[in-house]
């Protein structure tokens, strides 16, 4: 696979330097009101987390999450701008798919995580591809950089939703936030009709994220859920930060431009995708965009960690929901942060290049729900 350098995608403090100070504590974005959990430390010796902040009028995406760590004080867990910044680039610099939440914090990408193939529309803004004989038209929202490159919808059709019915809940330890988004047919680009409920709960010891889809329609549907969230390496040093994914096998992809499948899965072996080690291996300076599969689940969870020594910093992303088939890693070579995707489906599941394997969408029937859930937690290596 060819290696490509990539320029800087979020100079966040040149841009903050661009924000008046009356900008700078926005109370809405998405045309909704930020929503902040919050609990006080109290532990002396162990790590904790202390507040999460979310956006319901952007698919109650987590902007932010922050961890007490006694001696170090607040850590940020996640790679975000502040609030003023988000605001700016959300409500002001994005595109009608919303493609610049899946570019910070944490989004939750449904009824498709990651990439999606098909026959681009002569105004190159859509695409159609098919399942079980049903056409499904929808946005060609990406693009790769190089010449040539073929465009393809990715990151599901939520980036822009909002979420009503909000809840904000004392928990014992915490709190907790949820949020309905009624997708509907998700714009006319889906079949039948979908709710989602989404929930986030916060305790010292975790963050909990969960998204329920119901079929709420008259047809058969096809669903995945994953995220995309940005961990923090607060050391700055990425070299040395050490990541573990329990999975036995990668999937091939054309390259680093398009990162297409190629319907072929490559046993880790002893190469750089060969991140089974406990205590994980060096992201060095390989980059990675990279989808593991064949996961190894243990105490009903597949776990992946992401550990930095420098900062004697650690974090667990635990997947709950056994429909997680595959973990999707984003680490660019110039970022400090690695993205850590638990996603049910393989890049482009709806592609002949898999000869009828099964790629992770489940198939829910009117009346019938899937809940796909994440579990946090940070730690001292």
């Given at each position: 696979?060819?290696?490509?350098?990539?320029?800087?995608?979020?100079?966040?403090?040149?841009?903050?330097?661009?924000?008046?100070?009356?900008?700078?504590?926005?109370?809405?974005?998405?045309?909704?009101?930020?929503?902040?959990?919050?609990?006080?430390?109290?532990?002396?010796?162990?790590?904790?987390?202390?507040?999460?902040?979310?956006?319901?009028?952007?698919?109650?995406?987590?902007?932010?999450?922050?961890?007490?760590?006694?001696?170090?004080?607040?850590?940020?867990?996640?790679?975000?701008?502040?609030?003023?910044?988000?605001?700016?680039?959300?409500?002001?610099?994005?595109?009608?798919?919303?493609?610049?939440?899946?570019?910070?914090?944490?989004?939750?990408?449904?009824?498709?995580?990651?990439?999606?193939?098909?026959?681009?529309?002569?105004?190159?803004?859509?695409?159609?591809?098919?399942?079980?004989?049903?056409?499904?038209?929808?946005?060609?929202?990406?693009?790769?950089?190089?010449?040539?490159?073929?465009?393809?919808?990715?990151?599901?059709?939520?980036?822009?939703?909002?979420?009503?019915?909000?809840?904000?809940?004392?928990?014992?330890?915490?709190?907790?936030?949820?949020?309905?988004?009624?997708?509907?047919?998700?714009?006319?680009?889906?079949?039948?009709?979908?709710?989602?409920?989404?929930?986030?709960?916060?305790?010292?010891?975790?963050?909990?994220?969960?998204?329920?889809?119901?079929?709420?329609?008259?047809?058969?549907?096809?669903?995945?859920?994953?995220w995309h969230p940005y961990f923090n390496l607060p050391s700055g040093n990425r070299e040395q930060v050490r990541v573990h994914i329990p999975g036995t096998m990668v999937a091939q992809v054309d390259n680093y431009d398009?990162?297409?499948?190629?319907?072929?899965?490559?046993?880790?072996?002893?190469?750089?995708?060969?991140?089974?080690?406990?205590?994980?291996?060096?992201?060095?300076?390989?980059?990675?965009?990279?989808?593991?599969?064949?996961?190894?689940?243990?105490?009903?969870?597949?776990?992946?960690?992401?550990?930095?020594?420098?900062?004697?910093?650690?974090?667990?992303?635990?997947?709950?929901?056994?429909?997680?088939?595959?973990?999707?890693?984003?680490?660019?070579?110039?970022?400090?942060?690695?993205?850590?995707?638990?996603?049910?489906?393989?890049?482009?599941?709806?592609?002949?290049?898999?000869?009828?394997?099964?790629?992770?969408?489940?198939?829910?029937?009117?009346?019938?729900?899937?809940?796909?859930?994440?579990?946090?937690?940070?730690f001292v290596p």
């Amino acid at each position: 696979m060819r290696k490509l350098a990539f320029a800087p995608a979020f100079p966040f403090l040149a841009l903050l330097l661009l924000i008046p100070a009356s900008a700078q504590t926005p109370a809405t974005i998405g045309g909704e009101k930020i929503i902040t959990l919050n609990r006080a430390p109290v532990s002396k010796t162990m790590p904790e987390f202390t507040s999460v902040t979310l956006m319901p009028g952007r698919g109650m995406e987590l902007l932010s999450i922050t961890a007490n760590f006694p001696g170090k004080g607040e850590v940020p867990v996640l790679a975000s701008p502040g609030l003023a910044l988000a605001a700016k680039m959300l409500d002001q610099q994005d595109d009608a798919n919303g493609d610049l939440s899946y570019r910070m914090g944490a989004a939750f990408l449904v009824p498709y995580p990651n990439r999606i193939r098909g026959k681009l529309s002569p105004d190159g803004k859509t695409l159609t591809t098919s399942w079980r004989g049903h056409q499904l038209t929808l946005p060609a929202n990406n693009v790769g950089k190089l010449p040539g490159a073929e465009r393809h919808a990715m990151h599901g059709l939520i980036l822009k939703a909002k979420a009503t019915d909000i809840r904000v809940l004392s928990t014992p330890g915490g709190e907790q936030a949820s949020g309905v988004i009624r997708a509907g047919s998700f714009g006319g680009h889906w079949l039948s009709k979908t709710d989602l409920v989404i929930t986030i709960t916060l305790t010292a010891r975790a963050v909990d994220a969960s998204v329920v889809a119901h079929n709420i329609g008259n047809e058969d549907e096809p669903m995945a859920i994953g995220w995309h969230p940005y961990f923090n390496l607060p050391s700055g040093n990425r070299e040395q930060v050490r990541v573990h994914i329990p999975g036995t096998m990668v999937a091939q992809v054309d390259n680093y431009d398009n990162v297409f499948p190629t319907g072929k899965l490559d046993p880790v072996d002893s190469s750089q995708y060969n991140l089974l080690a406990p205590n994980g291996m060096p992201l060095d300076k390989h980059f990675y965009d990279d989808n593991w599969s064949h996961l190894q689940w243990k105490n009903d969870a597949v776990t992946v960690k992401v550990i930095d020594p420098a900062a004697r910093y650690g974090m667990e992303i635990e997947g709950l929901s056994p429909d997680i088939q595959t973990i999707q890693m984003y680490a660019p070579v110039d970022k400090q942060f690695v993205a850590i995707e638990d996603q049910y489906n393989f890049a482009d599941p709806f592609g002949k290049e898999w000869n009828g394997m099964d790629t992770g969408m489940v198939t829910l029937k009117p009346g019938q729900s899937t809940k796909w859930q994440v579990r946090l937690h940070v730690f001292v290596p």
